[in-house]
């Protein structure tokens, strides 16, 4: 037996080669044979003196590599450079650079070949009255070309009226299309939307999630992980659960590990560290480095106790040349004064704002005090 193989190409012509082993002959006429060892059918296309051609077109009118060309060029077919001309000349029309135009069919060559007026400019069509500017569109196509490969019907047009829906304008939503548009056309989206909504997500909740990283709701695991947030105690209806997704979708397992191993050698627990991440999640988004930093200046530097880094690990977050230092001087210098309440919270004066702080810590005294304490918090800058 054999198997006939489609490899016939449009508006080609092709010629069949069978070959018997153990030595491969050209028959003009199949004959039958009582039992051949092994059969194969081999297609060789009329269309193969015209690679050279879309080789070359290729490598000196689209950025290809020569290795990329000859690859693309098993897939294309033109014979004269006016479609593909056609095609440049569409995209530079429509604001698109030659390095850009270069990216995009060198991600979808078949673009080439293709009818724009059809294929691209509907899908143009539908962004624009949506608010999308023609610098929009460019930016969008060229960040991520496959979306010129989706339906406008079948997948554009249903992944945008359901973005929409939590979104008050048509502006804003066209945003997070433009932001994220291979993430929007995406088949898991609709399915992913879904599974939020029914653990409880907010629909709020759900659009600061397509704001900020629409990629998540693409993800193959997502059920998964969301039932894992939950067992952690996060409330789905709560921001802190979108936090703690977007948190556990940043930091691979070895990062999330090596930040574990981090903390464990300043003397936090497992549960201390589980407990920290509830009170706010993205303490692990921050880098091993910044732990350490903050770790090795509150314990060994200022001497203090590291429990209000524990009850708020938000202060890992803050920059430590432009708040952390310079406020400490201040705090230091107020305890060595006994200016501070007995039992005051350390963590305080690092949570308020810079004009709360300086009510607070710095022009609250007298003027000479207040001097020396303004001097050290600028100084701490």
Not at 24 to 32: A, D, E, S
Not at 203 to 210: A, C, K, Q, T, V
Not at 299 to 313: E, K, M, N, T, V
Request: net charge positive; with cysteine; hydrophobic share 40%.
């Amino acid at each position: 037996m054999f198997r006939l193989r489609p490899l016939l190409n449009r508006n080609t012509i092709t010629i069949f080669q069978l070959s018997l082993s153990p030595t491969p002959k050209c028959y003009p006429f199949l004959k039958p044979h009582p039992y051949p060892s092994s059969i194969s059918l081999k297609c060789f296309s009329t269309t193969s003196h015209q690679q050279p051609f879309i080789i070359s077109y290729l490598t000196n009118n689209c950025g290809f590599s020569p290795q990329a060309a000859l690859k693309a060029s098993k897939n294309l077919y033109f014979d004269t450079s006016q479609k593909p001309d056609s095609v440049i000349a569409f995209f530079r029309d429509h604001g698109f650079s030659l390095p850009q135009i270069h990216n995009i069919i060198g991600r979808i060559p078949n673009l080439l070949v293709c009818n724009p007026i059809k294929r691209v400019l509907p899908k143009f069509e539908f962004l624009a009255p949506k608010g999308a500017s023609p610098s929009d569109i460019v930016t969008m196509v060229t960040r991520s070309p496959r979306f010129l490969r989706s339906s406008l019907e079948n997948h554009i047009i249903p992944a945008f009226e359901l973005v929409r829906r939590f979104f008050p304008s048509d502006r804003r939503a066209i945003v997070c299309v433009i932001a994220c548009p291979s993430s929007i056309v995406d088949p898991r989206l609709e399915q992913n939307v879904n599974l939020l909504l029914e653990f409880g997500v907010s629909p709020s909740n759900i659009r600061y999630l397509l704001c900020t990283r629409t990629s998540i709701l693409c993800s193959a695991i997502l059920r998964k992980v969301m039932e894992e947030i939950k067992g952690l105690g996060f409330d789905p209806s709560k921001i802190n659960f979108i936090v703690a997704l977007l948190a556990e979708r940043a930091v691979t397992k070895s990062q999330w590990d090596a930040k574990v191993d981090t903390l464990k050698t300043w003397g936090w627990s497992e549960d201390a560290i589980s407990h920290a991440f509830k009170k706010d999640p993205c303490f692990m988004i921050r880098s091993t480095d910044k732990l350490n930093a903050v770790m090795s200046f509150w314990i060994r530097q200022l001497g203090w106790d590291p429990s209000p880094l524990l009850a708020f690990p938000i202060l890992f977050g803050y920059s430590l040349e432009k708040r952390l230092i310079p406020r400490a001087s201040v705090v230091q210098y107020l305890l060595s004064k006994g200016l501070m309440k007995n039992g005051a919270s350390l963590a305080t004066p690092f949570r308020i704002s810079d004009e709360l702080f300086l009510q607070r810590f710095v022009n609250c005294f007298e003027k000479e005090e207040a001097s020396r304490l303004l001097r050290l918090y600028q100084g701490g800058c």
